[in-house]
């Protein structure tokens, strides 16, 4: 790293300054790297035997949001005992130096937060860095310019990150570090892309990637982007969509815009691959097909993307991607459609439509009680709350013979529910019985049966009971 020269004056100041904020539950390197590192809270890392995630967080902008960093953090440890996170960032921000874990150790379950501004790519290579990286459960990559993360594959902090999602701890990011997230990366490392320019041609400088850096699990085939309404993005997303399918970027010919708004909305991952929104906006935009017309010079012709819209609390199933519930939008000599951010679903999709959410109706406490959901528009939220201890909620639905189901539930805070998928004698063919309060709950089941069969899903509280909300996705495919 790049050693700085500093007067006796200053030298004097940042020893004081240092005592004062080991004072604090501070750390920092020696003066030469004061601005590289800077460590909030424990000065030992957390210790701990297994962690439950993966887990990771899609910000929109580069602020941690803290609910969907919060859901992480509980995800990852399972609600019990601390962790340790690493903030990377390329370049120190005006204010604060540490923004990030300013409001990462303000969250419960947080054992240390240290933030690490890298100037070089050769950075990724630092020992303590990659020691500090090693011994964190949740690495959290910085807003600011991607192209500069982009730079550190192939060091060791590339093999440092993974290691974390392997052992599972997570990842996350927001603005660049939202993009560099992402399977197939938008690396801006020429110029930055607009949609008028994008559109107008795919090729153009500005439209440059970086794949192999990361492939978190259920997240394949991904471009992230950013600020993604305010900045009026989506005619760039669905240009790096048809350079990414027409150029072989992607699996089965097939690629996914994720493209997030700013204002605090950030999709929440889990392990099983679902991702929850906070916040307001949130998109998935599918290109399915080779462009009519991507090559160099020319206006970019794609016809009919597929586009889902997630506003607050809505979901998308990252492992069981739906087939349902989209609209369509297309793009002729490079220019789109009009409404390109809001639209009705398509109905023609087989028998799902573009979503419902069904509240219960009480009282559904038995599978003869159950409300009946079988044939709703996919994809399908139930919603309901336990408000006594004895209570229990019951929703029907039909399966076909290999025909899946899965759901996951976000549980409040106030109870701890446990969730059964049952057949129509009342056995459990599933079950999902996360220990804790607030912890949500995920299950999933194919029917390899002949014809078809009656199943219910069974929300039941093992401790606890509120008028407070649950929420289900429940998805067929």
């Not at 795919?202 to 471009?223: A, R």
């Not at 990414?244 to 999709?267: F, H, N, P, R, Y």
């Amino acid at each position: 790293m790049t050693a700085h020269t500093l007067s006796r004056p200053l030298t004097s100041l940042l020893v004081i300054m240092a005592t004062a904020a080991a004072t604090l539950g501070v750390t920092s390197e020696p003066a030469h790297a004061a601005a590289d590192r800077i460590r909030l809270g424990s000065a030992s890392d957390a210790t701990r035997a297994s962690w439950s995630g993966p887990a990771f967080t899609m910000n929109g902008d580069g602020g941690v949001v803290a609910a969907s960093m919060t859901k992480a953090v509980d995800a990852i440890r399972a609600n019990t005992g601390t962790l340790d996170v690493v903030v990377l960032a390329g370049s120190a921000p005006s204010g604060s130096q540490t923004p990030e874990c300013d409001v990462i150790t303000g969250l419960s379950g947080v054992n240390s937060c240290t933030t690490w501004t890298l100037t070089a790519a050769s950075d990724g290579n630092n020992t303590q860095l990659n020691t500090d990286i090693r011994n964190a459960e949740f690495v959290y990559f910085a807003g600011g310019d991607q192209c500069r993360y982009a730079a550190w594959k192939g060091t060791a902090l590339q093999a440092s990150v993974q290691s974390v999602v392997a052992k599972g701890g997570g990842s996350g990011g927001g603005s660049a570090g939202l993009h560099i997230n992402s399977s197939v990366v938008y690396d801006a490392c020429t110029a930055g892309a607009t949609s008028a320019g994008a559109l107008a041609n795919p090729y153009d400088k500005s439209v440059t990637f970086t794949t192999g850096m990361f492939d978190w699990p259920h997240y394949g085939d991904t471009i992230n982007d950013s600020h993604f309404v305010a900045r009026d993005r989506m005619g760039r997303t669905m240009a790096f969509i048809a350079r990414a399918v027409k150029d072989g970027l992607t699996t089965q010919g097939k690629a996914w815009g994720v493209g997030i708004d700013e204002g605090g909305s950030s999709l929440f991952i889990d392990k099983n691959g679902l991702a929850t929104l906070s916040g307001s906006n949130a998109y998935v935009v599918l290109g399915d097909h080779q462009p009519e017309q991507a090559v160099a010079g020319k206006p970019l012709t794609y016809s009919d993307f597929k586009i889902w819209h997630l506003t607050g609390g809505g979901t998308f199933d990252f492992k069981n991607r739906p087939t349902c519930g989209y609209y369509k939008r297309s793009v002729t000599n490079g220019v789109t459609q009009s409404n390109l951010y809001n639209g009705t679903p398509e109905t023609g999709c087989g028998s799902q439509g573009g979503g419902s959410t069904v509240q219960e109706t009480e009282p559904n406490d038995s599978r003869a009680s159950a409300d009946d959901v079988s044939g709703r528009t996919q994809p399908l939220t139930v919603t309901g709350a336990l408000t006594t201890a004895s209570d229990r909620d019951y929703f029907a639905f039909t399966l076909a013979s290999g025909q899946r189901v899965t759901t996951t539930c976000t549980v409040p805070d106030a109870y701890d529910a446990d969730v059964y998928l049952l057949d129509s004698s009342g056995g459990t063919v599933a079950r999902s019985v996360n220990d804790g309060r607030g912890v949500d709950e995920s299950v999933s089941y194919t029917r390899t049966a002949s014809g078809s069969g009656t199943y219910y899903l069974e929300l039941e509280p093992y401790s606890g009971s509120s008028s407070a909300a649950y929420s289900c996705g429940l998805a067929l495919s």
